[in-house]
């Protein structure tokens, strides 16, 4: 099993050192680039690491600007005020259209509209209703809604200040809900242009000076290279977690697995799925930050790893291990974009962490063939050296559960099935493949 560790550490050197591998390698880009980029659903955590993500990416391509098509009901005000500070920060032209016919830009979409450089929305389009409310919709209370409200529209009186936008029409969006057509935004001043498609924005914006963060900026349109801006297989997870319907089924399995392993205690699996599906849940809600996570399955692979090295399971720790480490290394170093050798310092190759899980995938194989080949030789290891060894029952055994005996955790079963509780002193009698035999030790008169 020391090879096993070993292993693990010279997977996490070599995704390391691919990491600064890719910070280093890097493309050229081509002259009048112009991104592309796709917002269809709520506004999650997972929307503004996209949106960011590729605002950074078009600084460093000196991209000739950012066309987001945005068809949104709102979403979460922190992510938003996020996603809006990166707009105002942006070194690029950001143009938001609000797009197709029949779309809208509801709630936090407005303050996405409204942060652009160039706002524009296609025809029979919406925009507005921005009044904060609770995540299933509800009003909030009377003094938290004041609060909120107060606190909301002050962010949009700036944003439209900033913007030269009419600030009491974008006001009255938090303050009375209002919301309006694309033509009465056209002629509020809350947006630029309404264009019928993407081709007439683009022959619009041909000429526009913009001013950025650094300094002013004419658009041309003519002879450009359009580039669709995807979302990595990091986000597109983050995303279909986030979903409401996702979330839910999360917490229900969450739930019931915790449920199962407090009512009948045993080899841990089920409070393994349990707390990863809360877990997952809680990162789809935008309660649980991203990268914490990560490094959390990471480090609990390696107590995993270990525990599995002490004899205490049949695998499936080594198992639980390999689910954590290739889930925390996916959601820390997974953004897997269109080029595995371009990105930041923190991207890493696709393949690389499908190799690493795959080598450790077969490790655990490994192990359980061993585990099995040991047994059929009746040479299971230490076992019989903890015959008639003392333990303290710490899962209850009914009739299986766990025993801490010596040093180490122990599966156990009950001598004749009998129910031990939790904290009762046992006597190991016998051994069964890798699972200790046990009986109630006598209490003395």
């Avoid at 490790?363 to 359980?368: D, H, P, S, W």
């Avoid at 290891?381 to 010596?406: A, D, K, M």
Wanted: some cysteine; charged content about 15%; overall charge negative.
């Amino acid at each position: 099993m020391s090879k096993l560790l070993l292993t693990i550490h010279v997977c996490i050197s070599i995704s390391f050192s691919l990491a600064f591998l890719n910070h280093y390698t890097g493309y050229a880009s081509t002259s009048n680039d112009f991104m592309v980029l796709k917002v269809d659903g709520p506004i999650q955590p997972s929307t503004a690491d996209y949106l960011e993500r590729m605002i950074a990416k078009a600084e460093s391509n000196e991209s000739t600007g950012i066309l987001i098509e945005l068809n949104t009901p709102g979403g979460m005000l922190d992510t938003t005020r996020s996603i809006v500070s990166s707009f105002l920060d942006s070194d690029v032209p950001i143009i938001t259209y609000v797009s197709p016919f029949g779309a809208r830009a509801g709630s936090a979409g407005t303050f996405l509209v409204a942060a652009s450089h160039i706002a524009a929305m296609a025809p029979t389009t919406n925009i507005g209703a921005a009044s904060p409310v609770l995540s299933d919709g509800s009003d909030l209370n009377k003094t938290l809604a004041s609060k909120a409200t107060q606190d909301t529209a002050a962010l949009m009186r700036s944003i439209a200040e900033t913007r030269g936008r009419n600030v009491k029409a974008l006001e009255a969006t938090v303050l009375s809900a209002k919301a309006y057509s694309a033509k009465e935004a056209l002629e509020s001043h809350i947006i630029d242009y309404i264009a019928q498609d993407r081709d007439q924005l683009f022959a619009i914006l041909d000429g526009e000076t913009v001013v950025t963060k650094s300094g002013s900026t004419t658009i041309s349109t003519s002879s450009m290279n359009l580039y669709e801006g995807k979302r990595n297989w990091k986000e597109k997870f983050l995303d279909a977690v986030g979903d409401p319907n996702i979330t839910f089924i999360l917490l229900t399995i969450g739930s019931i697995a915790l449920t199962i392993e407090f009512v009948n205690p045993g080899i841990l699996v089920g409070g393994f799925v349990g707390l990863l599906a809360t877990a997952l849940a809680f990162v789809g809600m935008g309660q649980l930050p991203v990268n914490w996570f990560a490094m959390v399955l990471i480090l609990a692979a390696l107590i995993l790893f270990v525990i599995e090295t002490q004899g205490a399971g049949i695998g499936l720790f080594a198992i639980g291990g390999t689910i954590c480490f290739g889930l925390g290394g996916f959601l820390l170093y997974g953004d897997f974009g269109d080029n595995s050798l371009q990105g930041n310092i923190f991207s890493l190759s696709m393949w690389l962490l499908g190799l690493v899980i795959l080598i450790l995938s077969i490790l655990v194989l490994f192990l359980i063939l061993a585990l099995r080949d040991s047994i059929a030789r009746g040479s299971p290891s230490n076992y019989g050296t903890l015959i008639g060894s003392e333990g303290i029952v710490r899962g209850t055994l009914n009739p299986n559960g766990t025993v801490w005996v010596g040093s180490e955790m122990w599966s156990a079963t009950s001598l004749s099935n009998l129910r031990i509780d939790s904290g009762k002193s046992v006597i190991v009698s016998n051994y069964d493949g890798v699972q200790l035999i046990v009986t109630e030790k006598p209490e003395k008169l």
